[in-house]
């Protein structure tokens, strides 16, 4: 006999986690203790070497459903302790008790045949949940996590579901959301002037019913409302789009399973087991080829947004009627997502046709996730339900400061850290719109308060005017914190490096749309060199006058005009060329910008595959939608040296495109051309900063890279030359995951240095 002890690190907090230890060591007859930690918690057992190690062996494998285990070390051999049973200690830290929460996580597979089994006590319950699965971060109103604090506080358990709560061998031991019929949550259904008709199964029937007449429906969900209509019938999408004031952007839709996925998209393995995980994001999948054009209606590209069912309202929703539906959130012209029964039905008024309506509130607004799947994992697009609040691990140093970072503006985010863990936050939106930025504001607080932080500095974009910048000059104001302004794209390539662990210095490729530089001008088009302490700027690509300024962002024609023009190319074919000239040669109001994001806008305009943008990136989503797929010729195109950058002229290649077109060749064969120019140019890029700094890893970041195209071919083509290649994995690689970047420099220079971000074991 001897003594192990163990330490288990990640969420093994608020999870199930204890009962299933307790479980476990009863099983393996063992006896001793086991208490939280900071990090996790902390196991300590009498037994024989052999039993200790198999049951170290078993953890992993048997864990609850929503643990999430970094790490375990055991260390065997000690003194036995002579323990007489097996008790759970009261934490050490209690300052740290309970600090990690679980996000929103889909019906599991108990519940879901509980659901649907007759004569179940909650056969056809809407709210039913344990402690493998259901609503966590939407529900909790403050910190420690238990029912009290939650909107369950609102529905006393009855005899029974109380007594499943306290038995240790019962799946709702200590689960807090936990309710049935008689005790829980109800489902209503309202009619467009939001008066109550139904309530409970029948509340569901008429729901359905509403859908089946070719009707919209709002429909609650965990972290806000949706819009629900049936998804077939392109005149009924178009209605929703003539409400909803959304000419073009796609609609995501939910397919009851991946079969019926199946039918609309091409599915991978890889892409199933996203699909079909417990955070149910909306994955991004290729439209089947036959089916592109008769789709159009929810996605003018060639992709369709899909998501599986996750709560147990969605299931009863779809009953046997439906394969699929449309689900696009319920918001108003860019203001944040509605969560509330009352202002559901005030703002969705002459929207909704009716309301499926539940009386659990929601707490916190959280948007759907959105993904691609990449390899075997998420990209993200849009991390958020189901992922949020989640840790991104970031460094093993437990004693770092924490910091606050604001994000940028336009895809908002903020991100606190706390010892070797980041929390960003969920999708927020454009803090442009007041609501939002109240939302923004609110979060922090609320992110501040359930993980008890309290930033010692706080980091922010160099951009003057974002709102963002203008938020984290007043905290440090008002609570005397350093300000660690951080260049834009220096944040990107921070945020990749985070995002995989890296520490010392890459090579960074960073395309987006926009991003102010530190010589003044716009830039987004940048291959960078350094690490989190600083960068240098080594290549770009040829500044674009954007007439207008902003507006050259929607009136893509302003820049086709700009790129034919310095190409040498007949502007006639746009329509305002004679005005365009005049503003140019004005001056006024025409910065100078190296996006990328821009490029690709004016390309698509030249190539008249889009010349007026609903959206922003509009143009870029239909370049590379029209691309054909196994086209590899490449157009002409310079790199040249200038002040010290190696810049992408890209004057040769418009030229090239514009003679393409008039000689008939297809849009989709010149659109794939230009992409891949653009990845022999990075190639060439990348190709010259190794010589120059011996560098040879290369981290993509940046909005640009939310393309397929270009991030199927791009890591490849750079792998091929002997590069080691990052992508994000864990955050977007759009402005949503700048946050994260900005706290890892703020980190750095904070700590003077001694940040470091790579996985010491
Ligand atoms: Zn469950
Ligand atoms: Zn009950
Ligand atoms: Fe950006």
């Given at each position: 006999m001897e003594r192990a002890l163990i330490k288990i690190h990640g969420i093994v907090q608020g999870v199930g986690f204890r009962p299933f230890i307790h479980r476990l060591v009863r099983d393996f007859g063992l006896k001793g203790t086991i208490k939280n930690t900071s990090s996790g918690v902390e196991l300590e057992l009498d037994g024989e070497k052999e039993i200790l190690e198999k049951l170290v062996r078993e953890i992993p494998h048997r864990a609850p459903a929503l643990a999430v285990i970094e790490a375990i070390e055991a260390q065997y051999g000690l003194p036995c302790a002579g323990f007489e049973s097996f008790t759970i200690l009261a934490s050490k830290q209690e300052a740290f008790r309970n600090t990690l929460i679980s996000p929103d996580i889909c019906i599991c597979d108990d519940c879901l045949r509980e659901m649907m089994t007759q004569g179940d006590r909650r056969y056809h319950y809407p709210f039913i949940n344990c402690t493998n699965c259901g609503p966590r971060f939407t529900i909790i109103k403050d910190v420690p996590y238990d029912r009290a604090k939650t909107s369950m506080s609102a529905f006393p358990m009855c005899a029974e579901c109380d007594a499943e709560y306290h038995d240790i061998e019962n799946r709702r031991y200590h689960a807090q959301p936990d309710a049935c019929s008689v005790c829980g949550p109800v489902a209503f259904f309202a009619d467009a002037d939001g008066k109550t008709l139904s309530k409970g199964e029948e509340a569901i029937a008429q729901a359905r019913a509403l859908l089946c007449e070719g009707k919209i429906l709002a429909v609650k969900g965990l972290g806000g409302m949706h819009l629900a209509c049936c998804c077939d019938d392109p005149a009924i999408a178009r209605e929703l789009r003539r409400r909803k004031q959304r000419d073009e952007k796609p609609f995501a839709i939910m397919c009851r399973t991946v079969s019926a996925a199946q039918s609309y998209c091409e599915v991978t393995p890889e892409e199933a087991a996203v699909l079909s995980g417990k955070r149910r994001p909306i994955v991004l999948l290729r439209k089947k080829p036959a089916r592109e054009a008769e789709l159009k209606h929810l996605s003018e590209n060639r992709m369709l947004g899909v998501m599986l069912p996750y709560t147990p309202l969605h299931y009863l929703l779809f009953g046997d009627e439906f394969d699929a539906l449309v689900m696009t959130s319920a918001n108003l012209s860019d203001t944040p997502i509605l969560y509330r029964n009352e202002e559901a039905v005030e703002k969705l008024h002459g929207i909704a046709d009716g309301f499926l309506l539940h009386n659990r509130e929601i707490q916190t607004r959280c948007d759907d996730s959105l993904c691609m799947v990449l390899g075997e994992g998420e990209y993200f697009l849009r991390r958020s339900r189901g992922y949020v609040p989640y840790p991104v691990r970031i460094s093993d140093q437990d004693t770092l400061p924490s910091v606050l970072a604001c994000g940028a503006e336009q895809k908002a985010s903020f991100c606190l850290t706390k010892g070797g863990s980041a929390f960003p936050c969920q999708h927020i939106g454009d803090l442009k719109n007041f609501e939002t930025f109240e939302h923004y504001q609110d979060q922090i607080q609320h992110f501040k308060r359930l993980f008890d932080i309290e930033p010692q500095a706080v980091a922010c974009d160099l951009h003057p005017d974002y709102l963002s910048g203008e938020y984290a000059h007043e905290v440090c104001k008002e609570e005397h914190l350093p300000l660690y302004p951080v260049q834009h794209h220096h944040a990107h390539l921070a945020s990749c490096m985070a995002d995989n662990r890296l520490d010392g210095t890459v090579i960074g490729l960073i395309w987006d749309g926009t991003g102010l530089g530190t010589d003044g001008n716009i830039w987004g088009g940048e291959c960078l060199t350094g690490g989190y302490s600083e960068f240098q700027r080594f290549g770009s690509l040829r500044p674009i006058s954007l007439i207008g300024g902003d507006r050259a962002i929607m009136d893509l024609d302003r820049i086709a005009y700009v790129l034919l023009r310095e190409a040498g190319k007949n502007t006639a074919r746009i329509e305002n060329a004679g005005l365009y000239q005049a503003m140019l040669a004005s001056g006024l109001n025409c910065p100078q910008s190296s996006g990328m994001g821009r490029l690709f806008d004016g390309v698509a305009s030249v190539l008249n595959v889009k010349n007026n943008a609903s959206y922003e990136g509009q143009g870029a989503v239909l370049l590379e939608a029209a691309a054909g797929e196994n086209e590899t010729d490449v157009l002409p195109f310079d790199l040249t040296e200038q002040a010290g950058l190696l810049l992408f002229d890209w004057r040769k290649t418009i030229a090239s495109l514009a003679e393409e077109k008039e000689k008939g060749t297809a849009v989709g064969v010149l659109a794939a051309r230009f992409m891949n120019t653009l990845i022999e140019m990075a190639v060439l890029q990348c190709k010259a900063a190794r010589e120059a700094t011996g560098l040879s890893r290369v981290v993509l970041s940046g909005?640009?890279?939310?393309n397929r195209y270009m991030m199927q071919r791009l890591p490849q083509r750079l792998q091929d030359q002997k590069f080691d290649v990052y992508r994000h994995?864990?955050?977007?690689?759009?402005?949503?995951?700048?946050s994260l970047g900005q706290a890892a420099v703020a980190l750095y220079q904070l700590g003077k240095g001694n940040y470091v971000s790579g996985s010491s074991t």
């Amino acid at each position: 006999m001897e003594r192990a002890l163990i330490k288990i690190h990640g969420i093994v907090q608020g999870v199930g986690f204890r009962p299933f230890i307790h479980r476990l060591v009863r099983d393996f007859g063992l006896k001793g203790t086991i208490k939280n930690t900071s990090s996790g918690v902390e196991l300590e057992l009498d037994g024989e070497k052999e039993i200790l190690e198999k049951l170290v062996r078993e953890i992993p494998h048997r864990a609850p459903a929503l643990a999430v285990i970094e790490a375990i070390e055991a260390q065997y051999g000690l003194p036995c302790a002579g323990f007489e049973s097996f008790t759970i200690l009261a934490s050490k830290q209690e300052a740290f008790r309970n600090t990690l929460i679980s996000p929103d996580i889909c019906i599991c597979d108990d519940c879901l045949r509980e659901m649907m089994t007759q004569g179940d006590r909650r056969y056809h319950y809407p709210f039913i949940n344990c402690t493998n699965c259901g609503p966590r971060f939407t529900i909790i109103k403050d910190v420690p996590y238990d029912r009290a604090k939650t909107s369950m506080s609102a529905f006393p358990m009855c005899a029974e579901c109380d007594a499943e709560y306290h038995d240790i061998e019962n799946r709702r031991y200590h689960a807090q959301p936990d309710a049935c019929s008689v005790c829980g949550p109800v489902a209503f259904f309202a009619d467009a002037d939001g008066k109550t008709l139904s309530k409970g199964e029948e509340a569901i029937a008429q729901a359905r019913a509403l859908l089946c007449e070719g009707k919209i429906l709002a429909v609650k969900g965990l972290g806000g409302m949706h819009l629900a209509c049936c998804c077939d019938d392109p005149a009924i999408a178009r209605e929703l789009r003539r409400r909803k004031q959304r000419d073009e952007k796609p609609f995501a839709i939910m397919c009851r399973t991946v079969s019926a996925a199946q039918s609309y998209c091409e599915v991978t393995p890889e892409e199933a087991a996203v699909l079909s995980g417990k955070r149910r994001p909306i994955v991004l999948l290729r439209k089947k080829p036959a089916r592109e054009a008769e789709l159009k209606h929810l996605s003018e590209n060639r992709m369709l947004g899909v998501m599986l069912p996750y709560t147990p309202l969605h299931y009863l929703l779809f009953g046997d009627e439906f394969d699929a539906l449309v689900m696009t959130s319920a918001n108003l012209s860019d203001t944040p997502i509605l969560y509330r029964n009352e202002e559901a039905v005030e703002k969705l008024h002459g929207i909704a046709d009716g309301f499926l309506l539940h009386n659990r509130e929601i707490q916190t607004r959280c948007d759907d996730s959105l993904c691609m799947v990449l390899g075997e994992g998420e990209y993200f697009l849009r991390r958020s339900r189901g992922y949020v609040p989640y840790p991104v691990r970031i460094s093993d140093q437990d004693t770092l400061p924490s910091v606050l970072a604001c994000g940028a503006e336009q895809k908002a985010s903020f991100c606190l850290t706390k010892g070797g863990s980041a929390f960003p936050c969920q999708h927020i939106g454009d803090l442009k719109n007041f609501e939002t930025f109240e939302h923004y504001q609110d979060q922090i607080q609320h992110f501040k308060r359930l993980f008890d932080i309290e930033p010692q500095a706080v980091a922010c974009d160099l951009h003057p005017d974002y709102l963002s910048g203008e938020y984290a000059h007043e905290v440090c104001k008002e609570e005397h914190l350093p300000l660690y302004p951080v260049q834009h794209h220096h944040a990107h390539l921070a945020s990749c490096m985070a995002d995989n662990r890296l520490d010392g210095t890459v090579i960074g490729l960073i395309w987006d749309g926009t991003g102010l530089g530190t010589d003044g001008n716009i830039w987004g088009g940048e291959c960078l060199t350094g690490g989190y302490s600083e960068f240098q700027r080594f290549g770009s690509l040829r500044p674009i006058s954007l007439i207008g300024g902003d507006r050259a962002i929607m009136d893509l024609d302003r820049i086709a005009y700009v790129l034919l023009r310095e190409a040498g190319k007949n502007t006639a074919r746009i329509e305002n060329a004679g005005l365009y000239q005049a503003m140019l040669a004005s001056g006024l109001n025409c910065p100078q910008s190296s996006g990328m994001g821009r490029l690709f806008d004016g390309v698509a305009s030249v190539l008249n595959v889009k010349n007026n943008a609903s959206y922003e990136g509009q143009g870029a989503v239909l370049l590379e939608a029209a691309a054909g797929e196994n086209e590899t010729d490449v157009l002409p195109f310079d790199l040249t040296e200038q002040a010290g950058l190696l810049l992408f002229d890209w004057r040769k290649t418009i030229a090239s495109l514009a003679e393409e077109k008039e000689k008939g060749t297809a849009v989709g064969v010149l659109a794939a051309r230009f992409m891949n120019t653009l990845i022999e140019m990075a190639v060439l890029q990348c190709k010259a900063a190794r010589e120059a700094t011996g560098l040879s890893r290369v981290v993509l970041s940046g909005g640009s890279f939310q393309n397929r195209y270009m991030m199927q071919r791009l890591p490849q083509r750079l792998q091929d030359q002997k590069f080691d290649v990052y992508r994000h994995k864990r955050v977007s690689c759009n402005d949503e995951g700048l946050s994260l970047g900005q706290a890892a420099v703020a980190l750095y220079q904070l700590g003077k240095g001694n940040y470091v971000s790579g996985s010491s074991t």
